[in-house]
């Protein structure tokens, strides 16, 4: 059984020597992957150990932990436990979809509620993958310009582009259409275990790509010659994903 990953961003040495040996003491499917003290190792970290939990300490430094969120765009898949000895902070976090807050010095009975808490979404979210997952995709889908409306299956897609709030579609035949339709909409209709979004403005179907470049992952090559960008906060999951795949 795969454990449960958690990054520490906390620049505080006792609180987090703590929260290390609370771990190791109380959670046998806890493993701590990776510790950081300040905002931009923290981004860099998380994207390269991809958590699914991580504490993060409100003060860092001259830096705010909302700070690695922000980072993140509001795109982060990994449950967020946030801590202080300011309990002003716990006004901010519902605005930041942090799961839970903790008042320093900790308390045994409120770190391990927290950490139950974060589990038990990661379960939730897990079941709706499952679910979504077997769930049926539809065979075609209809693009519809301003004269006509095309009908295709989805397997003759090598991506699709955002374009303000159009979405370019660019078929394997290199043939393109520009559709009054957001790339949000497009990325609920599409299979994700075919079509991945790599970047705000990208989604590509897994089965175009011929490589990619290493070991910073910035960009991907396709079968038609585009060369696709990866944002950054997806590169280390993108990789993941393919190795997996």
């Known amino acids: 059984m795969r454990k449960i990953k958690i990054f520490i961003v906390e620049d505080n040495n006792i609180d987090r020597l703590l929260l290390e040996k609370l771990f190791k003491s109380y959670f046998l499917d806890i493993e701590v992957v990776g510790i950081a003290t300040e905002v931009e190792t923290a981004f860099q970290l998380i994207l390269e150990t ?3 939990i991580v504490f993060l300490g409100m003060e860092l430094n001259n830096s705010k932990g ?3 969120l922000e980072k993140f765009n509001g795109d982060f898949n990994f449950q967020v436990i ?3 000895t300011n309990e002003e902070y716990a006004k901010e976090c519902f ?3 942090i799961i839970d807050f903790l008042l320093k ?3 045994l009975e409120k770190v391990l509620s927290a950490v139950n808490k974060a589990k038990k979404q990661l379960e939730i979210i897990g079941s709706y993958k499952t679910i979504y997952q077997r769930s049926e995709f539809p065979k075609f889908i209809a693009l519809g310009t301003l004269s006509k409306a095309i009908i295709v299956k989805p397997k003759e897609i090598s991506y699709l582009k955002a374009d303000g709030k159009n979405t370019l579609v660019i078929l394997k035949d290199s043939t393109s259409f520009l559709i009054s339709k957001l790339l949000g909409d497009f990325e609920k209709l599409l299979d994700p275990s075919i079509f991945y979004r790599v970047h705000n403005s990208y989604i590509l179907s897994l ?8 070991p910073k992952i910035t960009y991907c090559l396709l079968r038609s010659g585009d060369r696709i960008p990866i944002a950054q906060r997806k590169a280390a999951s993108f990789s993941k994903y393919l ?3």
């Open 50 to 52: 991809i958590p699914d």
């Open 207 to 214: 089965h175009e790509i011929v490589s990619f470049n290493r």
């Open 66 to 68: 909302f700070d690695v």
């Open 95 to 97: 605005a930041h979809n």
């Open 243 to 245: 190795l997996q795949s």
């Open 105 to 107: 010095p900790f308390a």
């Open 82 to 84: 946030a801590c202080s």
